[in-house]
């Protein structure tokens, strides 16, 4: 879990008007409260902290001309984001928009378990910010684990700034806006599927067929709450394509572009067919899954395992219709240091061992 701090309670009080239609309080609420949902007012109601002339009332009690509303609502306290001066591998750049590479090791945007440190840090100095910049977190309970994946970034407080994200521990090209409106347009590209995002991973096993696809929805793991997987019932769906670069005895090379954008799709999707990353902790792809029998595979898979302590797993091409030129862009990027050293081994594990 990550690491988040207390809420502070809210108070919003309220004397109704004369002439006031009768209305549910919850929708009252709802409608009158800045950034409530009508989740969080019923929550607030269930935990009786919501009086109407000093009673608890529930949602569905009408309010009336003179009525006094009181209503505790807990919040999450404002997040302050600074800039910091780390440096970027910038791969292209202009008045509208850049694409980086990023290393391995540093988080996309930051959450409150990590609020320094981050690409959105990086980025913000990069375009010139210094002061600290407060984030309001329109949160709500059920939605508090998901803070790091996103929430804060939506803010409008922090933009220009990421149009996707990388998980800390994956590698390559991110495409990142300069201003709202060029967010928003490119933005749209992603959600059109007109963004070419292609994967190289290293994984677990070997392969049949020279091309494939994955097909299953994906939602919050119920074992482990900030992991994910392919469940049955309440996720979304996701379509992961493939092909096979170089095969291994036990390991294979792939590049994977991605039809849907699920948070830790590739991971998740692979794992799920027993093929997880190479290195990968979280999705059991940093032990021996092929080849265990074969000591002197094991031996190499082994040093590689310990040398990376990371899933193997790099964003390498990027394209992208630029919002202003209107011009077809491309962008390709090598594989970290990390990548290519593991895959060295395991070329001349092949070389010495056919």
Known sequence: MGIYPEKIETIFEFKIPKGQIPERLDIYLTNNIKNAT?????RAIDEGVVFVNGKTAKASRKIQPNDEVICKILKSP???????????DVVYEDEF???INKPAGIVSHPGFGNPYGTIVNAVLYHLGMREPIKIEIDDDDDEIENLDEGIIFSSDAIRPGLVHRLDKDTSGLMLISKNPDIHAKLAVQFADRTVDKYYYALVWGVFKEHKGRIEGDIGRSQRHRKLFAVVKQGGKPAITEFEVLEQFEYITLLRIKLLSGRTHQIRVHFSHNHHAVFGDISYSGD?????GNN???KKVADVCLKSVNRQMLHAKELGFTHPESGERMNFSSELPEDFENVLNEFEKYNKDNQ
């Open 287 to 291: 032990s021996i899954v092929f080849g």
């Open 295 to 297: 000591s002197v595979f």
């Open 38 to 42: 009508r989740t969080k007012v019923q």
């Open 97 to 99: 928009l850049m694409v």
């Open 78 to 88: 404002p997040i302050d984001l600074i800039p910091e001066n780390i440096p970027l």
